[in-house]
């Protein structure tokens, strides 16, 4: 079954503590990205890779950090920095070619603060 | 001014009635154009996928491009208790980042 799998459905995190969460996919696409989403708001990138060993800062990058150390591989990073982590957060990759720039989510993470 | 406006409702409809989401954009660039279904609690999924101007149907679903007003729409006929949910617009252009409307909250009363 092909698509986009995140982990934990659901995460706690204590005051001053890293969390990561999980993004795996076996779509085969170069390009993965991260979201966060807040109650009523539409989504707003955190970071994403076009390509293994290489990420760049979306809008919102501040407090998290990622990694690209594999294609199939996208974790995030959520910082003790990060002041207001209580969000949904979205990962997705994208399907590229002529004339054809799609997107295909994972379920998502729900992370709030203990 | 945002990239892309959308009003977020809520929006509430009778079964069976035709309902019109809609899209505004500024950036004359945008080439490919979308609208994602999203379920509470659910990461969202594509449901209707446009490269520049023009209609798209499928089934009850149609997805209308208008490049020179920058507008998009999604029309939904004979609407169904389940097609209760945020409905996203995403475009973008090239290989660039895909920018989000804000979603609009629809609902589909029996």
């Known amino acids: 079954d092909g698509g986009i799998t995140q982990s934990p459905k659901y995460l706690f995190r204590k005051e001053g503590q890293n969390v990561t969460l999980s993004c795996e996919q076996n779509?085969?696409?170069?390009?993965m990205y991260w979201y966060r989403q807040d109650p009523g708001q539409g989504l707003r990138l955190i970071y994403y890779?076009?390509?293994?060993?290489?990420?760049q800062k979306g809008d919102i990058a501040e407090g998290y950090s990622v990694s690209r150390e594999k294609k199939e591989s996208f974790p995030l990073t959520v910082t003790s920095a990060q002041k207001n982590p209580t969000a949904f957060y979205l990962c997705?990759?994208?399907?590229?070619?002529?004339?054809?720039?799609?997107?295909?989510f994972g379920a998502g993470t729900r992370l709030s603060v203990l | 001014q945002k990239e892309v406006e959308q009003d977020p409702g809520p929006l509430s409809v009778p079964e069976g009635a035709i309902v019109s989401l809609n899209c505004t954009y500024s950036?004359?660039?945008?080439?490919?154009f979308m609208w994602y279904r999203q379920y509470s609690r659910k990461g969202p999924e594509l449901l209707m996928y446009?490269?520049?101007?023009g209609n798209k149907e499928d089934g009850r679903f149609t997805a209308q491009v208008d490049k020179s007003s920058k507008y998009i729409s999604l029309f939904i006929r004979d609407s169904q208790p389940s097609d209760s949910a945020t409905y996203l617009c995403?475009?973008?252009?090239?290989?660039?980042?895909?920018?989000f409307g804000q979603g609009t909250r629809l609902t589909i009363n029996p």
């Open positions: 997705a990759s994208m399907e590229q070619g002529a004339a054809k720039n799609i997107q295909y």
């Open positions: 779509l085969n696409h170069d390009a």
């Open positions: 890779s076009q390509i293994v060993n290489d990420f």
């Open positions: 950036n004359s660039a945008f080439q490919y």
């Open positions: 446009t490269y520049s101007s």
């Open positions: 995403a475009m973008i252009q090239g290989a660039q980042k895909l920018v």
